[in-house]
């Protein structure tokens, strides 16, 4: 039946993955990926970013997300539209003027009324702000945080607001999973936005995780309780899970594949969990080797195609 319609059929919203245009003609990758009983929603992994979307400042490059988006629609997959203010893959112009209060603002809402104005109507959600956080939940000293301090956050949660009033808004970010004080970080910025009174529907955990490190089910559960209980919806954004060792034994993939049940699991047991999004579902394009020298084989399909040990588990848990 596929993994989107199995997590339907427990009452989620998608299970769904990334994908981006300078994989569109892969056929055997792209079968798989136009499945909607496979994947319900898809994310531009790179495509919709500041740097791509806005390279010179004010000039609006769309055509690639555009066809994320298109492809998306004709399959019937919903979108995560993915990502507004995050302090890598910017523009030059972005990281080398040398920016006022005034002009940063108007810089930022600049670029998220033309983006999140040009999606209107087709993004399930958005990833407002992105990675703010340092991983002892202070933050991180970015162009923003420097220019503006915190009050980056609700300027670019404000102009999305304004820009598609139907749009979901979250703050994303990763290691939320594992790190007590990232997350007690998270929760602080979920505040500071509802003391100004400034709209955020979401918290994205991002779920790069490691075979063997990944925390139980119920320690999972929990972190997105935290986030419930603020009054968010709450969804695994960019889930893969890496073996340190390669090639990968059998026994690691087993690990894999309890590890990969754990965070589906925790989705199926917290209600306002709308879903789970695989960074990549094949090896052959998954970004973790060249990021993470050494590691890899992070995703449920391999290189060739092949279910691996974690979809199976996955989908015969659901
Ligand atoms: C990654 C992409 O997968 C790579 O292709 C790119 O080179 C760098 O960015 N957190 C995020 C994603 O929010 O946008 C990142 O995607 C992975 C980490």
């Known amino acids: 039946p596929g993994l989107h319609s199995l997590f339907v059929a427990s009452g989620k ?15 055997p990758y792209m079968t798989i990926a136009n499945n909607s009983n496979e994947f319900g929603i898809r994310v531009p992994e790179n495509s919709q970013k500041w740097q791509p979307t806005e390279p010179t400042e004010n000039k609006f490059v769309f055509a690639n997300p555009d ?10 997959q919903l979108l995560r539209c993915h990502t507004l203010t995050w302090h890598s893959q910017l523009p030059e112009f972005v990281q080398t003027t040398n920016w006022t209060r005034a002009t940063l ?25 992105n990675e703010a ?41 990763f290691n939320l999973e594992t790190s007590r004080a990232k997350a007690d970080g998270a929760a602080r910025i979920v505040q500071l936005l509802q003391d100004a009174k400034v709209r ?9 995780l490691d075979v063997g490190r990944t925390p139980n ?20 954004t960019e889930l893969d899970i890496a073996h340190a060792k390669l090639p990968a034994t059998a026994t690691a993939l ?34 973790i080797p060249s990021t993470f020298p050494g590691k890899g084989d992070a995703c449920l ?8 040990p974690a979809y199976s588990s996955v989908s015969s848990f659901l």
Do not use: M
Request: charge should be negative; proline fraction near 1%.
């Open 200 to 208: 955020i529907d979401g918290l994205g955990f991002q779920a790069h």
């Open 13 to 27: 919203l998608f299970f769904g993955t990334a994908t981006d245009t300078n994989l569109f003609n892969d056929i």
């Open 67 to 76: 066809q994320v988006a298109l492809t998306s629609k004709a399959n019937r």
């Open 254 to 287: 087993q690990q894999q594949a309890r590890d990969y049940v754990s965070v589906v699991g925790s989705c199926l047991a917290v209600a306002r969990c709308v879903g789970v999004v695989v960074w990549e579902f094949t090896d052959k394009y998954s970004w």
């Open 105 to 129: 603002t108007a810089a930022i809402q600049t670029h998220i009324s033309n983006v999140v104005g040009h999606f209107k109507g087709q993004c399930y959600s958005w990833d407002v702000v």
């Open 301 to 308: 399909f391999d290189a060739n195609f092949t279910r691996k």
């Open 217 to 236: 089910q119920t320690a999972l559960a929990a972190t997105l309780d935290r986030f419930t209980a603020l009054g968010l919806e709450v969804a695994y």
């Open 133 to 173: 956080l340092n991983e002892n939940g202070t933050f991180r000293n970015d162009v923003f945080f420097q220019v503006l301090g915190t009050d980056f956050i609700p300027i670019s949660f404000a102009a999305a607001a304004a820009a598609d009033p139907a749009a979901k808004l979250y703050y994303n970010d």
